[in-house]
């Protein structure tokens, strides 16, 4: 087999993008309690006992959650290798308003929150200890950048009253 370093000519075409997530989790029906019931995902398909597919809108799956290797286990080391976070793209600002005052109203609670320049963010954990970045892209024409005109995204403090303001 070639090394694969040897062909770094090769780029992931334009249109690409990552389809859906996969967990493992300890407990379908907890985490349904996050993702159907708090995040509003729609279940479109299920095996029972094992599986769960949810999506958002017409498509077959964006989140699926499965026990086959976990069921029952404790969530993964924080400081091993692994997922960081899984994301979720809202639509616009106002969409990103009203999760976020749907999360408060639970009591849900957040593990950060920032403005990086392209998008602002809310960060959570799932009840298995799995990452949530929920987030929307600000227009293209408002991403920061430097002199040359490359891209210079940041963290900075949410403007998370700001944010409730909407709608």
Same mark, same amino acid.
């Given at each position: 087999?070639?090394?694969?370093?040897?062909?770094?000519?090769?780029?992931?075409?334009?249109?690409?993008?990552?389809?859906?997530?996969?967990?493992?989790?300890?407990?379908?029906?907890?985490?349904?309690?996050? !993702?159907?019931?708090?995040?509003?995902?729609?279940?479109?398909? =299920?095996?029972?006992? *094992? #599986?769960?597919?949810?999506? $958002? %809108?017409?498509?077959?799956?964006?989140?699926?959650?499965?026990?086959?290797?976990?069921?029952?286990?404790?969530?993964?080391?924080?400081?091993?290798?692994?997922?960081?976070?899984?994301?979720?793209? !809202?639509?616009?600002?106002?969409?990103?308003?009203?999760?976020? =005052?749907?999360?408060? *109203? #639970?009591?849900?609670?957040? $593990? %950060?929150?920032?403005?990086?320049?392209?998008?602002?963010?809310?960060?959570?954990?799932?009840?298995?200890?799995?990452?949530?970045?929920?987030?929307?892209?600000?227009?293209?024409?408002?991403?920061?950048?430097?002199?040359?005109?490359?891209?210079?995204?940041?963290? =900075?403090?949410?403007?998370?009253?700001?944010?409730?303001?909407? %709608?």
């Amino acid at each position: 087999m070639k090394n694969p370093t040897e062909s770094l000519a090769y780029r992931a075409p334009d249109g690409t993008r990552i389809g859906h997530v996969h967990l493992k989790v300890s407990d379908l029906e907890r985490a349904l309690k996050f !993702y159907r019931d708090l995040l509003g995902f729609r279940v479109t398909d =299920r095996i029972e006992g *094992q #599986a769960v597919f949810l999506a $958002s %809108g017409n498509y077959h799956h964006h989140i699926a959650l499965n026990t086959w290797y976990s069921k029952g286990a404790e969530p993964a080391p924080r400081r091993s290798a692994g997922l960081f976070h899984l994301a979720i793209c !809202y639509p616009n600002r106002a969409d990103l308003a009203a999760i976020y =005052r749907r999360l408060l *109203q #639970a009591g849900y609670p957040l $593990s %950060g929150a920032a403005d990086h320049g392209v998008s602002e963010a809310l960060y959570l954990d799932d009840p298995d200890g799995n990452g949530v970045e929920l987030y929307w892209d600000r227009p293209r024409d408002q991403w920061p950048t430097d002199p040359q005109g490359g891209l210079k995204m940041y963290t =900075r403090p949410l403007d998370s009253e700001g944010l409730l303001e909407l %709608g």
